[in-house]
Nanobody, 123 residues
Framework: EVHLVESGGGVVQAGGSLRLSCVASGFTFGDYAIAWFRQSPGKEREGISGVSNIDGYTYYDDSVKGRFTISVDNVKSTVYLQMNSLQPGDTAAYYC????????????????WGQGTQVSVSS
């Protein structure tokens, strides 16, 4: 059974940084793509970054490109999202999701999700 646990959220001031973690278990980590999504109240969930553990391909949405960095620790089966230069517009619940196969951007490709971690950025 796929199990994903996010952590690392919190409250920061604009310009600050956070590092989110997504610890995966219950599946062959190297066969999967892991993506990060976020959702703020009243808005649709959006995919912001992802990584393929098959070929190392990474994806960043334009809204986070240059500020967020995704990385993988295969020993710990953990995907990190380093978030720098945070802005109030980054305030949202952040989720990681996993799918077997190639990385996809749309949430509709993902069946397995973590419980989410809240990020709040004050101005």
């Amino acid at each position: 059974e796929v199990h994903l646990v996010e952590s690392g959220g919190g409250v920061v001031q604009a310009g600050g940084s956070l590092r989110l973690s997504c610890v995966a278990s219950g599946f062959t980590f190297g066969d999967y793509a892991i993506a990060w999504f976020r959702q703020s109240p009243g808005k649709e969930r959006e995919g912001i970054s992802g990584v393929s553990n098959i070929d190392g391909y990474t994806y960043y949405d334009d809204s986070v490109k240059g500020r967020f960095t995704i990385s993988v620790d295969n020993v710990k089966s953990t995907v990190y999202l380093q978030m720098n230069s945070l802005q109030p517009g980054d305030t949202a619940a952040y989720y990681c999701a996993a799918r077997r196969g190639p990385l996809r951007v749309s949430e509709h490709w993902y069946d397995d999700w973590g419980q989410g971690t809240q990020v709040s950025v004050s101005s």
